[in-house]
């Protein structure tokens, strides 16, 4: 479908890309990861080409609002000069509780049924926590960081987040892939709600110990120069799943 212009409505991924790094990879307005491409200046009818320029960041909810006249042109241009997530270094978006503890792939290692998933130097790195209440929601938290040592993905009680100062952070569906520079992705990671997640790809360092995840394979490197491959492992039922130094 193009406007009167012949302009198609795919806007290119370098384009796409260059809007993300320019907002922070949230909705311009309230920060929520999960975003939709606007044209705003000027609107998409009357734009002639895609210009990085001339498009912002906005989440369903405040994409609906602009739609229907309750968010002013004049708001919009005001958040994407200061977009909401560059003010607050993060976006953000929820995971849906599960009604189990949920399970982690992280790659060729699955961690199930664990109270600490993962853990470094006895630093709990996952950690699901039981519900509060009966019938209230397990609660998961992770850290994931990349070859720096820096975040790239937070979760903290079911609520993620990830960092402005990425160099690219892309969601598509239920995936979320954090990039460190071009082709390198540290942190690809699939939500399967209500049930857990899967670790696709990771390349991460943390308190020296270096995690390279590829789809069915977990090398982990120590820092005293040993090392361990796991492919299709299972820790299941485990007070710790995994236990690094
Ligand atoms: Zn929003």
Known sequence: MSNKYG???DIPSDVKRAVRQRCGFGCVICAGAIVDYEHFSPEFANATRHDPEGITLLCPICHAKKTRNMLSQRRVHE????PSARKVQYAFSDV????GRPFIKLAGMTL?????????RGYPLFQVESPEELNGPYRLTASFFNRQSQPSLFIRQNEWKVFADSWDVEVKGPSVTVRERPGEIALKILFVPGEGLVVERLDMYCAGFHLIGNGEELRVNS???????????????????????
Do not use: I, K, M
């Not at 849906?96 to 009604?99: F, H, L, Q, W």
């Open 7 to 9: 302009l198609p409505r």
């Open 79 to 82: 958040a994407n000069q200061y």
């Open 96 to 99: 849906e509780a599960s009604e």
């Open 112 to 120: 199930r049924n664990c109270n600490t998933p993962l853990q470094v």
């Open 223 to 245: 820092p005293d120069g040993g090392g361990a491959t796991f492919t299709r492992c299972l820790a299941d039922n485990c007070n710790v799943g995994l236990s690094l130094g």
